[in-house]
């Protein structure tokens, strides 16, 4: 017994301390080559790794400890190196008590590749050496990998020259640091209306650019942009600290995979429903029924619905309360929209509000770009109200919504819980704006300018009848 702890002990010297393996998949190299296949296509972690065959944590982690890089592994390995398949022989004829060489003569392979395999690559989670393929290719796999040294890790006065460009502090003529106290945030995404620490923050592409300048003569002073944001954002570079991205100018913790990057932020937005293809007639305000919309964003992701009809600038509001089971930053990640103006939830309260409107005042609706009304295709089957989107960064084509949503900024300011006003009580307000007298109405109020709409239509339809 003394003497197999002792040859046990000496393979476990030889091959080093090595991370505990979990429970390792044969397909090792193919489930992350078909994981970053998926990353680079712009899904989500969590979709990648199903498609990878893993569990969505293991997935999480490898995009965490990458960094977001994608580690461009080859789908295969060499042919000089043992296959599983090969491993598998070798087990089954090892434990039929085949020697070395008689397994080796079976597998067509030397003697001393048949044994550095089973000394290299098997079991030492228990007492004695355990051959088995799949842990054994795992174990390949992983000694397989050597990445090079980074070029920052030898390197001192590189290292030292890009982390001062990226962390060095901002300074008064007299040598005091400025800036605010903050604790250097190490979340996934970046900082939101937080204290950011004062730094020099060049950007990678301006220190590698710079250093050209600086050391016109010193090739060894040369470093490409992407290597200094790969040994920011992988962990197993170790030349900067992670803390470090919080210099960059996005803050980001992970880096952004180019595919999830072009993936279209208003993909519910088509050239169908662009603002350019609304009637001409919405245009001049001659005929009322064309409505503009937004939303008021308050505290905690609440928020209440602005309509504004073009013409007479009557303006009506929607009520969207919190859904049952909201927490504030604890919802469930993936779970339902919770906050009140989710696609469905806004479709439902939009079409409630404006089906108690006649058909004449239902001619189509202008929106912002936002999400919340990525449903309006159904909006549209349910009222029979077209849907138009402005252009991005165009607020003056909604120019009636926007100064609406100015005036009732007096009665919902920023930074406040909309979520704590009832129905009523925004309906009072909508019917306060709508009971002021406007310039452009000829100093008549919004409801009265309605009023005398609906009256004229209601005549012109008697003298039809007569």
């Known amino acids: ?44 972690t969590d979709v990648a790794a199903q498609e990878a065959g893993v569990s969505s944590p293991v997935g999480y982690r490898w995009f965490r400890h990458a960094g977001g890089v994608n580690p461009c592994l080859p789908p295969t390995v060499s042919g000089r190196y043992l296959s599983f398949s090969e491993r ?69 006065r590189l290292r030292e020259y890009v982390q001062d460009r ?11 640091e400025l800036g605010p106290d903050v604790v250097v945030r190490k979340g996934r995404g970046k900082p939101h209306r937080k204290d950011r620490p004062w730094t020099t923050a060049w950007s990678p592409e301006q220190i590698a650019n710079r250093l050209k300048v600086d050391f016109p003569d010193d090739e060894s002073m040369r ?4 290597a200094i944001y790969q040994a920011l954002y992988v962990e197993s570079r170790g030349a900067l600290k992670r803390e470090l991205v919080a210099c960059l100018r996005t ?20 050239p169908e429903v662009m603002i350019s293809e609304r009637p001409a007639e919405a245009d001049d305000r001659a005929v009322p029924g064309h409505w503009e919309g937004d939303l008021l964003i308050g505290l905690e992701r609440s ?22 089971g909201y927490r504030h930053k604890n919802t469930p990640k993936n779970g339902p929209a919770l906050a009140g103006y989710g696609a469905v939830t806004m479709k439902n309260a939009l079409a409630s509000t404006m089906t108690t409107l006649p058909d004449q005042l239902l001619r189509s609706l202008t929106w912002d770009r936002g999400k919340e009304l990525s449903a309006h295709a159904e909006f549209t089957v349910d009222t029979d109200v077209p849907v138009y989107f402005a252009d991005p960064h165009s607020p003056w084509q909604r120019g009636t919504n926007e100064n609406t949503n100015g005036l009732l900024r007096q009665y919902f300011p920023k930074g ?31 409801a009265e300018a309605l009023d005398d709409h609906l009256r004229s239509l209601q005549q012109a339809g008697v003298a039809s009848i007569d």
């Open 251 to 270: 803050g980001r913790a992970l880096r952004v995979p180019r595919g999830r990057a072009k993936a279209k932020a208003w993909a519910h937005v088509t």
């Open 303 to 324: 928020a209440i619905g602005t309509l504004v009809e073009r013409t007479t600038r009557f303006t009506m509001l929607v009520h969207l309360p919190r859904e049952a």
């Open 416 to 446: 406040t819980d909309l979520a704590r006003w009832d129905a009523d009580e925004i309906e009072a307000v909508a019917a306060a704006l709508n009971g002021r007298p406007r310039k452009i109405l000829g100093w008549r109020t919004p």
């Open 223 to 226: 470093i490409s942009h992407e």
């Open 88 to 156: 598998e022989d070798i087990a089954l004829l090892k434990a039929q008590g085949l020697g070395v060489r008689a397994i080796a003569r079976r597998v067509n392979r030397h003697p001393s590749t048949i044994s550095r395999e089973l000394r290299r690559n098997a079991s030492t989670r228990t007492w004695k050496l355990e051959y088995k393929p799949s842990i054994a290719q795992w174990h390949a796999e992983r000694r397989a990998r050597r990445p090079k040294v980074a070029k920052l890790v030898e390197n001192d």
């Open 166 to 176: 990226l962390a060095g502090a901002v300074c008064a003529p007299d040598g005091r």
């Open 1 to 44: 017994m003394g003497t197999m702890k002792e040859r046990l002990r000496e393979v476990q010297l030889y091959r080093g301390q090595i991370p505990s393996p979990g429970a390792p998949t044969v397909a090792w190299r193919q489930d992350r080559v078909r994981f970053w296949e998926a990353i680079a296509r712009g899904v989500k």
